[in-house]
C-alpha cells in the first residue's frame, strides 16, 4: 500500500465541492485511492458491471436514497446519461443544507474514470460551479522507498508494473496494457479509430520521446492525413497517455519555436514501446536521454502547485529551457534536465535565461546531492527538486 500524494488534495476537494471528479488511466490506482477516502461512510457503483448499472435505471431515486453517503461512481463514461440528473440532485441537497446545516452539501459524488476530453466537456458544462477534478497519475519517488526509485524510470509507475517480481513480468504486464488500451479503451472513446495505425503511431511517438511534433511528417509516414494524425495525438493526451508541452510564447521579438513537444508521460510504456526491457538496453539506447527529460518532467509535474503552468522555451537562435513553469504572478521557474553525473549548462540555457529572467534556475541531474552552481544556478537531484516543488507556496 503506498501512501499517494494526490490523497490530500482530493480529500480538500471533496470538503469544499458536491462532485469530484478524479481522473486517470486505467490500472494506475483511482479506486485503490477513493475506496481509501471515502471509508465506511460510503457506497460503491463499478458502471462496467451490468448489475451496478442497473441499479441506475432510476437514477434519482437511488442517488436520492442514499443522499447521506459519499457515492462512489467508477468508469462514469459508461454512463454519459448520469451527469444531468446529478445537477439537480446537487442543488436538492444545498436546499435542504440551508434548512437543516448537519445535512451533507459537499462530498456528494466521487466518479471516477478513465481521463478523455469528452468526459471532461460534459461534466464541466453540465455542472459548472459544482464539480472539481483531480488528476492521478503513476507512482512517483515521494510516494515510494529509495529502493524502488530506478526501477519506477525503467518499470513506470503504474503500481502492478512496478511491483512485478521481475523486469521481464513488468515488461509483459506493459505489453498486454498496450495491447488492452488500443483494443478496449480507443475503441470505447473513438470507436472510428484503426487501433493498428494507431500503435504505429505511439511507437512513433516513442522514437521522437522529447521533440518537438511534426503532425504532417507523422501523417505521411502512416499514410493517413494531416487532420486524423491530429485526432490520434489528441486522444493519445486526452488519455493521459501523451504529454504535449506546449511551448511559451510571448512578444519578446524572438522567433520561438512554436511547436508543443510531446513526451509518453509513462517511462514504463516508452520503454515497452521501444523494445527496452531492463535497465542495461535503456542505458545503452540513443533515446536514454529523452527518457530521463520525460521522466523528470513528470514526476516534477505530478508534485507541482496547480498554479504553477508548465511549457518549454526555445529560440530558433538556440536559446531553450527544457521545462518551464510559470507561476500567477508571472514568476518563471527555469529547470535544465541532464543525465550526466558532471552536467554542464549549455550557452543556450544562460541565453534563455537572459531572456526571461527567472527567478529559479534549477539543474536536475541523476547524482544523489545538491550543490551551486555559477549565475544562480542550483543543481540537485529529482527527489530534493520535487520536495522543494511539492512544498512551494503557489503565488498569487
Not at 437543516?100 to 478513465?114: E, K, V
Not at 494531416?226 to 511551448?247: H, V
Not at 505530478?302 to 504572478?329: N, Q
Request: with cysteine; charged share 25%; net charge neutral.
Amino acid at each position: 500500500m503506498f501512501n499517494r500524494f494526490k490523497a490530500q488534495e482530493l480529500r480538500t476537494a471533496l470538503q469544499n465541492s458536491p462532485v469530484v471528479v478524479l481522473l486517470g488511466p486505467r490500472q494506475v490506482g483511482k479506486t485503490t485511492l477513493a475506496m481509501d477516502m471515502a471509508g465506511e461512510d460510503s457506497q460503491y457503483l463499478d458502471l462496467e458491471s451490468p448489475e451496478d448499472r442497473s441499479k441506475l435505471v432510476n437514477v434519482e431515486d437511488y442517488l436520492r436514497m442514499r443522499q447521506s453517503k459519499l457515492m462512489v461512481l467508477d468508469e462514469v463514461q459508461r454512463l454519459p446519461t448520469l451527469f444531468e440528473p446529478l445537477r439537480g440532485l446537487i442543488d436538492w441537497a444545498r436546499r435542504k443544507a440551508l434548512k437543516d446545516p448537519s445535512q451533507r452539501r459537499d462530498g456528494l459524488y466521487l466518479l471516477l474514470g478513465s481521463a478523455s476530453l469528452d468526459l471532461i466537456q460534459k461534466t464541466s458544462e453540465t455542472l459548472a460551479g459544482r464539480i472539481a477534478f483531480v488528476e492521478l497519475g503513476g507512482l512517483h519517488r515521494l510516494e515510494l522507498p529509495q529502493t524502488l526509485w530506478q526501477a519506477a524510470w525503467l518499470r513506470g509507475g503504474f503500481p502492478q508494473s512496478l511491483t512485478a517480481r521481475s523486469d521481464a513480468t513488468s515488461a509483459q504486464w506493459r505489453r498486454n496494457f498496450i495491447r488492452t488500451y488500443l483494443e478496449r479503451e480507443v475503441a470505447q472513446f473513438a470507436p472510428r479509430v484503426a487501433a493498428e495505425t494507431l500503435r504505429r503511431m505511439w511507437t512513433m511517438l516513442a522514437h521522437l520521446q522529447g521533440s518537438t511534433v511534426n503532425a504532417s511528417q507523422l501523417a505521411r509516414n502512416l499514410e493517413i492525413d494531416t487532420r486524423t494524425a491530429n485526432s490520434y495525438l489528441d486522444l493519445l493526451a486526452d488519455l493521459l497517455l501523451l504529454r504535449k508541452l506546449a511551448p511559451w510564447h510571448a512578444n519578446l521579438g524572438k522567433r520561438l519555436v512554436k511547436s508543443p513537444k510531446i513526451y509518453i508521460r509513462d517511462s514504463g510504456l516508452l520503454h515497452s514501446l521501444l523494445g527496452l526491457t531492463d535497465m542495461d538496453s535503456l542505458l545503452s539506447h540513443p533515446t536514454v536521454g529523452a527518457s530521463w527529460e520525460g521522466h523528470v518532467i513528470e514526476s516534477l509535474l505530478a508534485v507541482a502547485p496547480t498554479d504553477a503552468s508548465a511549457s518549454f522555451y526555445r529560440t530558433h537562435a538556440g536559446a531553450e529551457i527544457d521545462l518551464l513553469l510559470t507561476w500567477p504572478s508571472g514568476d518563471h521557474w527555469a529547470i535544465e534536465i541532464k543525465r550526466s553525473m558532471t552536467p554542464k549548462v549549455e550557452r543556450g540555457f544562460h541565453n534563455a535565461c537572459e531572456d526571461l529572467k527567472p527567478v529559479k534556475k534549477w539543474l536536475i541531474y541523476p547524482g544523489s546531492e545538491g550543490y551551486p552552481m555559477q549565475d544562480g544556478i542550483e543543481a540537485m537531484p529529482l527527489e530534493d527538486a520535487m520536495r522543494k516543488l511539492a512544498d512551494s507556496t503557489p503565488r498569487a
